[in-house]
C-alpha cells in the first residue's frame, strides 16, 4: 500500500489550503484514513479522521471549525481542506490509512503512512 500525499505550501496567516492523498491499494474504501501533522520538536499529533464511507468524521479541538476532511472511495483518495490556517498549523503533514473502518486516534492503529507534505503559515 502507497500513499502520496500533496498541497502543502506557504500561505499566510488566515489563508487556505487543500491536501490530497492518494492511495495505490484496491481496499481504499473498507478502511478508515487519517491526517496527523508533525512540528519540528514536537510529537506526531492526531488532526483528523473519516471513516470508510465517509459518514463519520473526528477532528481534533485544535482545528475543528477550520478543517474538513472527505474522501472519495471512487479515486481511491483522502482530502484535508484547511482554512483560517494559523502560524501554529506549521508541520508536515501525514495521510494515514489504519487497521480498521472506524474512527481512530491512535498512530499504532494506522498501519500505512504516506511520505508527509510540508505545510508553512506566515504570520
Known amino acids: 500500500v502507497q500513499l502520496q500525499a500533496s498541497g502543502g505550501g506557504l500561505v499566510q496567516a488566515g489563508g487556505s489550503l487543500r491536501l490530497s492523498c492518494v492511495a495505490s491499494?484496491?481496499?481504499?474504501?473498507?478502511?478508515?484514513m487519517g491526517w496527523f501533522r508533525q512540528a519540528p520538536g514536537k510529537d506526531r499529533e492526531f488532526v483528523a479522521s473519516i471513516t470508510w464511507s465517509g459518514a463519520s468524521t473526528y477532528y481534533a479541538d485544535s482545528v475543528k471549525g477550520r478543517f474538513t476532511i472527505s474522501r472519495d472511495n471512487a479515486k481511491n483518495t483522502v482530502y484535508l481542506q484547511m482554512i483560517s490556517l494559523k502560524p501554529e498549523d506549521t508541520a508536515v503533514y501525514y495521510c494515514?490509512?489504519?487497521?480498521?473502518?472506524?474512527?481512530?486516534?491512535?498512530?499504532?492503529?494506522?498501519?500505512?503512512w504516506g511520505q508527509g507534505t510540508q505545510v508553512t503559515v506566515s504570520s
Open positions: 494515514a490509512r489504519s487497521n480498521s473502518a472506524g474512527i481512530t486516534l491512535r498512530l499504532y492503529d494506522y498501519a500505512y
Open positions: 491499494d484496491r481496499t481504499f474504501s473498507r478502511y478508515s
